[in-house]
């Protein structure tokens, strides 16, 4: 499994019911799972605990084989830097990089950046012609490309997306899905993907929905 | 800052004595006589007026060398020397008042042992009272050294004297007597430098016996022997193209005394001199008559230095070699210079004082 | 890892050019007017160390006399003849070449006192031309610009050795240039050897001088007070300056938070990024700390020669016009700079460690901060006035005046928040319209982030109605006490008493009256000062300047009974009416009166003539004041320069002289003035910085008002309206503040800097004037946010509500 998630626990502050109460899922290798639930059903908050960008309540969270909870800020940077790429529906490029420095980002952060492999996948994402640009002169479906690709320049083990397409419009939002799960599949890695959109959701090897704090 | 500033205001020239033979001639004393008086060959002396400076030339000096032996026979020379040196010419009718004085005195004084040289200097501007010479009743100064004549009226000023000087490591207090008469150099005291003409007024009192006390290394020593005195002025004493001299006062056993010096130049120099009976009767020798020829040199602050002369005066059957007493008798004063005691042996024995400039 | 973290971290400024730019900027102009006071200061210090060292050499021992300022020739005789290397000097005041200098004359011959550097200038000077008329006069380049050149006088050397002001020359050319023939003033005591006796015993009526540190030098005690008033100006701006940095820094992070968390959402460590920021503001620090050194440099160059001009006329003490480069303050000002920066980032660092990886952390969240410890703030405001307070109690002289000074400034710099926070509630409270309301609750809402640069522009508007209120109240006095002061029409100095007396008779049938003016330079209360003997004349009686005076004063003075003294003698000896106060040996009046005396330095005395003539029989007589009927001054000068034969400078009409007196006393505070001008630009520089910071912010606040029917413009007029409001504000509360500023510089500051207490007058003119450059500089420090607003596509107001980011 690439991840594995038990009896996952979260509470916010001044709210005494927990958001997630106990959600436990798994993924395996190379498998893209989406996760989907109402507004406020906590598929997102999920998402932040499994990246590690948030502290967990309870329960526990397995990455590779690494168990999250216990580690340092400084490890779990580490894991974000290695072994997950995030994709963020408002994309978060660096606006004062380039689309060629963006791709490239975080693969030089985790030190393995391949050029090839990183031109093959602008080449794949329809960005070559927009290297020199910044990410201001971009539209949004060019942005989200950016953002993926640059989750993939890092051939991470496993992906996880926050509503990639929901600053989309629909035929823009059709587009990048397919581009990204093609690339995903033809990576090998793994793809936990949360999304509102049952219609989204369909087109993954599996489906979870997420309601009352766990996965029904 | 002290050093480098005596050495500025010295170093520019215009004192007696400065350091290596320039174009100039030796310490700028070639250069023109322009405004002061020259010695002229009439010139009477008149005493007790001429031992007091003359204001009006360019140059002066009072200038005292001694041998001397302690109790035990160890041989001593010392040196008192006061120069006088006009900036520009003061007649004695129109004396320069306080420090606007043109007058500059310098003074030396050593203290030659065998294994040592002590040497001190003094400088200070005339028209203070720091230093200065007048004439009744005679007194020479600078500071806290002094030739005080203790003479009574019936006799000459310089007859009798009392001479100190102090140095940081020495000091000495000397009575001087002398047993004969003043002498006077070249024709009747006007002494010629140069084949050109350049000269000075020039006499001595060479006979004097020496009687006091040295002190150094905490050592207070009594000590007797013979004293030179040399009386000396002029406004141009040296050709422009004469680099230096060596100047030799030495007093036979026989009793009598020989001066001589020779100016050198390009060429073959210039020799003068006299020759002194014992009674004073004084007798020039002219520049053929006398050679002097260095011996031995030895290596003196860096310059090689002729410590052994050969003398010979053969009108006088006279040849002696002269050898110093300390080879390192160097005067490491403002204006530097060899000046100290030496033996005579040959054909005369008996003892005297060399100075030697310009090397 | 950390070159991509840096490529993206530095891409930023790529990106905001002008924001770099800011940032550089700022920290360089904090850094630049505080450097530059340094420099100026450090200049004038080693300047007055190089004059200190000229005349009296580090360790080198000198004999004065016991009694009067003459070392007898006898005693100096006594001690050579003894043995002792004793190296004579004179040195007094005079004007030569037209300049007011200190001339040493020193015995050539012996001196230690000798610049080394003399043989550059003059490569072919000897003995002849140093110790024989007409001698050679070694002075600084500085001072020989000034001089005129005299072909009978000495010929002049320059030397960079030679401090400014001071004229080294041989003893024999100083005793005519004083005119005090055959005087010594002090013995250097040479090390070169001892004499037979001790020099006590020969010399009797000398004794060593007390070796002085350079700073209890005459001079160092006059000037202090001036390079401690410029030091504070300098930290002032640099303060000011800083605001800048805090600002742009703020901005800068505040811009950059999305690409930060961007960063640590892709695995950047915390720890890491922080290094890389404080590394980043190093390096910019040092950056902007070279160009700052760079422009302080510049400024002080530009600078100094009023600088000089204003030490030499408020304290006769003489600073070179040029500068030199000097290591320790390049290092200083370096220093500065850093300190300053991680001063100004401290609190945009401390956010960023604190800064959530996901909740979008909005400014109104340090607003809200900001207001609760706004009470806090408020009170430690009132603390730090009482504590400047407490300061005059603690402390002495003019450190209290500046712990008064500094403890106002940065109290009322902090009460300046809370107060504007209570003010604008009163304001919302009060407003009736929703719109009304909508401002005035926005501008309270922008306070915390506006508060530091409010803070500078309060700063600076108080300190310069302080300084300026002060140097025109000074200006005011003066020229009011200039009048009264130069009561004669003519005033005529001489060559000689003969002349004087010639003169005297000349003048007899064809004027109204005259007084002579003769003085001593003599010492009271243990520093140099003079006596002054007047007649008994109208001009003294009528018109003398006197703040306090014993009923029949001018009486008890010409009936010999008293004296009258100036006001610095007065305050720096304590003296009262009454008092007696000591005027030479075994010689002491009680004061009768006290006069003002501004722009002079020394302590000074008038008694009736004939007791100074009494004391001193000799005393020159060489000026006169002289009174002429109305419109015939014009002929009685040419009458004097034709039948009397009086050279033209010899002669000084009041007019001219009062004239004079005020060109030094305008080139006396420019210097001020230009610290003053320099420093309000910084504090507006600060006031735009700030506005373009919170501009980022400010949107979401702005897009709910547009969408409900406010146009861009109109949103646009009312950012600026906010500005020149907060700024008119700003300058309501810097007027009392900025009086009360004066009111400490005009009675303590002065009193212990000067030696005089002014009396303080309003311009509220200046005021205005003041007041509309501030609402000019908020107004010019919106309008680039304002443009901004008025043009921007409404798209980016869409957007706010699309993205909570």
Redesign the interface.
């Known amino acids: 499994m690439v991840l594995t998630v038990e009896n996952l626990v979260k509470r916010y502050p001044g709210s005494d019911r927990p958001v997630l109460r106990g959600l436990s899922l798994s993924v395996g290798a190379g498998e893209t799972v989406a996760l989907t639930g109402e507004s406020g059903s906590g598929k997102s908050t999920a998402l ?1 605990l499994i ?1 590690g ?2 502290h967990l309540d309870g329960g526990e969270i397995t990455l590779g084989g690494t168990p999250l909870s216990g580690l340092s ?2 490890a779990r ?6 072994r997950v790429a ?1 994709i ?1 529906q ?1 994309f ?6 380039t689309v060629d ?1 963006n791709l490239s ?2 693969a ?4 393995r950046d391949d050029p090839q492999w990183r031109a093959e996948i602008a080449g794949r994402l329809g960005l070559a012609d927009l290297g020199a640009r ?1 990410p201001e002169a971009l539209s949004g479906g060019q942005a989200q490309r950016v953002a993926i690709g640059r989750a993939l320049a890092l051939r991470p083990p496993l992906l996880l997306a926050d509503e990639p397409t929901g ?1 989309l419009d629909e035929t823009t939002a059709g587009a990048v899905l397919d581009l990204m799960l093609d690339l995903v599949r033809d990576t090998g890695a793994a793809l936990l993907l949360v999304t509102h959109s049952d219609k989204v959701a369909a087109r993954l090897d599996r489906h979870l929905h997420l309601s009352g704090g766990v996965v029904a | 800052m002290t050093v480098d500033r005596r050495r500025f205001v010295l170093g520019l020239g215009a004192l007696p004595l400065a350091g290596a033979a320039q174009a100039q001639g030796f310490a700028g004393l070639g250069t023109d006589a322009e405004g002061f008086a020259l010695p002229a060959r009439d010139h009477r002396f008149v005493f007790p007026r001429d031992h007091a400076a003359h204001p009006d030339f360019r140059i002066e000096w009072w200038y005292v060398t001694g041998n001397l032996t302690d109790a035990q026979g160890v041989g001593y020379g010392i040196q008192w020397t006061l120069f006088r040196s006009a900036l520009a010419p003061e007649t004695t009718a129109q004396p320069g008042d306080g420090w606007t004085s043109p007058q500059i005195w310098l003074a030396h004084a050593a203290l030659t042992r065998g294994d040592h040289h002590h040497v001190a200097e003094r400088l200070a501007r005339g028209g203070i009272g720091a230093a200065g010479v007048r004439s009744a009743p005679f007194a020479a100064w600078i500071d806290d050294w002094a030739m005080l004549s203790q003479a009574g009226p019936e006799q000459d000023a310089l007859d009798l004297l009392h001479l100190t000087a102090r140095g940081s490591d020495f000091s000495y207090d000397l009575g001087l007597r002398a047993e004969g008469p003043l002498i006077f150099h070249g024709d009747a005291g006007y002494s010629v430098k140069s084949p050109a003409g350049q000269a000075s007024h020039y006499y001595s009192q060479p006979f004097y016996q020496v009687t006091g006390e040295i002190r150094f290394d905490g050592q207070v020593v009594e000590v007797i022997g013979h004293a030179w005195l040399d009386r000396e002025w002029s406004s141009q004493p040296l050709a422009g193209d004469q680099s230096g001299w060596d100047w030799f006062s030495l007093s036979f056993d026989s009793g009598d005394k020989l001066m001589a010096f020779q100016l050198r130049d390009d060429g073959d120099g210039f020799r003068s001199g006299s020759w002194i009976a014992p009674d004073g009767h004084t007798t020039p020798i002219g520049d053929r008559d006398i050679r002097m020829t260095p011996l031995d040199h030895s290596r003196v602050d860096g310059r090689r230095v002729p410590t052994r002369w050969q003398i010979d005066l053969p009108a006088r059957e006279l040849s002696v070699t002269v050898t110093a007493l300390n080879p390192q008798s160097w005067m490491a004063t403002s204006v530097p210079y060899w000046e100290g005691p030496v033996r005579l042996k040959g054909s005369h024995a008996g003892q005297g004082y060399l100075e030697m400039t310009g090397y | 890892m950390i070159r991509a973290v840096a490529q993206a971290l530095l891409s930023h400024w790529r990106r905001h050019p002008g924001q770099f730019a800011t940032l550089v900027l700022g920290l360089a102009l904090a850094t630049a007017l505080w450097s530059a006071v340094q420099a100026i200061n450090a200049e004038a210090r080693a300047s007055y160390a190089q004059a200190a060292a000229l005349l009296t050499p580090q360790d080198q021992p000198v004999l004065v006399p016991r009694q009067g300022d003459v070392v007898a020739r006898g005693s100096y005789l006594a001690l050579r003849r003894d043995g002792w290397p004793v190296s004579a000097v004179l040195d007094g005041d005079t004007r030569f070449g037209g300049v007011s200098v200190t001339v040493m004359g020193v015995d050539m011959l012996s001196s230690p006192v000798m610049p080394d550097d003399l043989g550059d200038s003059a490569p072919d000077l000897g003995p002849v031309d140093l110790l024989t008329a007409p001698g050679i006069a070694i002075v600084s380049p500085d001072t020989a610009a000034r001089m005129q050149s005299d072909p009978d006088g000495p010929r002049l050397i320059l030397s960079e050795q030679v401090p400014p002001g001071i004229v080294l020359t041989d003893i024999a050319v100083a005793e005519a240039l004083l005119d005090r023939r055959g005087e010594i003033s002090r013995l250097f005591l040479l090390p070169d050897r001892q004499g037979r006796r001790d020099w006590a015993q020969v010399a009797p009526d000398l004794q060593l001088a007390p070796s002085r540190a350079v700073s209890d030098t005459d001079t160092a005690r006059l000037t202090d007070s001036f390079h401690l008033n410029l030091t504070a100006f300098g930290l002032l701006s640099f303060a000011v300056g800083l605001f800048i940095v805090q600002g742009t820094v703020g901005l800068a992070q505040e811009q950059r938070r999305p690409m930060l968390r961007t960063l640590r959402a892709l695995g950047v460590p915390l720890r890491l990024l922080m290094l890389c920021l404080v590394v980043e503001l190093a390096a910019l620090a040092l950056l902007a700390g070279v160009l700052g050194l760079g422009l302080g440099y510049g400024i002080a160059a530009a600078l100094l020669p009023d600088v000089a001009a204003t030490l030499r006329g408020l304290y006769g003490a003489d600073a070179p016009g040029s500068l030199t480069l000097r290591a320790p303050w390049v290092l200083a000002g370096l220093g500065m700079t850093l300190a300053g920066t991680a001063l100004a980032s401290l609190q945009s660092l401390w956010r960023l460690a604190q800064l959530p990886l996901l909740a979008s952390a909005s400014p109104q969240g340090w607003a809200r901060a900001a207001a609760r410890s706004a009470r806090w703030q408020a009170l430690g405001g009132l603390a730090l006035v009482l504590a400047g307070m407490l300061g005059t109690v603690l402390f002495d002289g003019l450190l209290a005046g500046f712990a008064l000074l500094a403890g106002l400034l940065m109290g009322a710099a902090l009460i300046l928040p809370p107060v504007l926070g209570q003010v604008l509630r009163i304001g919302a409270r009060r407003a009736r319209t929703p719109l009304a309301q909508w401002v005035w609750a926005d501008l309270r809402a922008q306070l915390p982030g506006l508060s530091l640069a409010l803070m500078a522009l309060l700063l600076a508007l108080a300190a310069n109605i302080g300084v300026g209120t002060m140097v025109s109240s000074f200006r005011l006095t003066f020229t009011g006490w200039l009048d009264q002061r130069l009561a004669s029409d003519l005033y005529i100095t001489t060559d000689s008493d003969a002349q004087t007396q010639a003169l005297r008779d000349w003048l007899t049938p064809r004027v109204d009256g005259m007084v002579p003016i003769r003085r001593v330079e003599t010492r009271l209360d243990g520093a140099p000062g003079r006596i002054y003997g007047v007649i008994d004349d109208p001009i003294y009686r009528e018109h003398w300047p006197l703040l306090a005076a014993a009923p029949m004063g001018w009486d008890q003075i010409f009936d010999q009974r008293g004296v009258l003294v100036n006001e610095q003698l007065a305050r720096r000896a304590g003296l009262g009416l009454g008092d007696p106060v000591e005027l030479g040996a075994g010689w002491s009046l009680p004061v009768v009166g006290i006069y003002s005396d501004y722009g002079n330095p020394e302590g000074q005395a008038i008694v009736a003539l004939d007791a100074l003539l009494a004391r001193h029989p000799d005393l020159p007589d060489r000026q006169l004041g002289v009174r002429v009927p109305d419109g015939t001054l014009p002929a009685l000068m040419d009458d004097l320069r034709d039948d009397f034969g009086l050279e033209r400078d010899a002669m000084v009409d009041q007019a001219t002289l009062k004239a004079v007196s005020l060109r030094v006393f305008e080139k006396t505070f420019v210097v001020t003035g230009a610290l003053n001008v320099l420093t309000l630009g910084v504090a507006g520089f600060a006031l735009l910085t700030a506005f373009l910071t919170l501009w980022t912010m400010r949107l979401p606040q702005l897009a709910p008002v547009w969408a409900m029917g406010l146009t861009r413009a109109h949103l646009a007029r009312l950012e600026l309206l906010r500005s020149v409001a907060l700024a008119a504000l700003a300058f309501v509360l810097a007027l009392p503040l900025g009086l009360g500023l004066a009111w400490v510089l005009l009675t303590v500051i002065n009193v212990q800097a000067f030696g005089w207490r002014l009396p303080m007058y309003l311009f509220p003119l200046d005021w205005l004037r003041l007041g509309g450059l501030a609402l000019l500089a908020a107004a010019l420090a919106a309008v680039i946010p304002a443009r901004r607003l008025s043009r921007l596509p409404p798209a980016h107001l869409l957007r706010i509500f699309a993205d909570d980011r």
Not at chain 1, 77 to 82: H, K
Not at chain 1, 92 to 97: M, V
Not at chain 1, 108 to 111: I, K, S, T, V
């Open positions: 932040h990246a960008l948030d800020d400084a940077a580490d894991l974000r830097r290695n995030l963020f408002q978060n490029l660096i606006p004062s990089l420095q980002f975080h030089r952060l985790a030190g910044y600053n």
